[in-house]
Nanobody
Framework: VQLVESGGGLVQVGGSLRLSCAAS????????FTWSRQSPRKAREGVAC????????RYEASAVGRVTISVDKIKKRVNLQMNTVREENTAVYYC??????????????????WGTGTAVTVSS
């Protein structure tokens, strides 16, 4: 099982960034996926999640309207489109996956598989 994040980098406040998570080595269809972030001064927090089975999504409160999570079932990728980014969005972003039959989790459960993260720096 492998999750590999990409797309991080330096972006200015108000700009946009698209993160991508390439999944391999497991039955993509049965999983839910979560994008989380961790910055030096804060605990890791879930940003957005999606259930691959029905496409339902959930978002952390500050992400609503600015962040979109999506699944590319053909390419087996989970994408995170971030718009109107803020300095406080600076963090390492992680993709995670687990088998789950309830609404997808942001922080409620321990995810089974994790990527190694991609760093996002938002500058003013």
């Amino acid at each position: 099982v492998q999750l590999v994040e990409s797309g991080g980098g330096l972006v200015q406040v108000g700009g946009s960034l698209r993160l991508s998570c390439a999944a391999s080595g497991f039955d993509f269809r049965s999983y839910v996926f979560t994008w989380s972030r961790q910055s030096p001064r804060k605990a890791r927090e879930g940003v957005a999640c999606v259930a691959n089975s029905d496409g339902r999504t959930r978002y952390e409160a500050s992400a609503v309207g600015r962040v979109t999570i999506s699944v590319d079932k053909i390419k087996k990728r989970v994408n995170l489109q971030m718009n109107t980014v803020r300095e406080e969005n600076t963090a390492v972003y992680y993709c995670s996956a687990t088998v789950w039959d309830k609404p997808c989790p942001l922080d409620e459960i321990d995810m089974e598989h994790w990527g190694t993260g991609t760093a996002v720096t938002v500058s003013s």
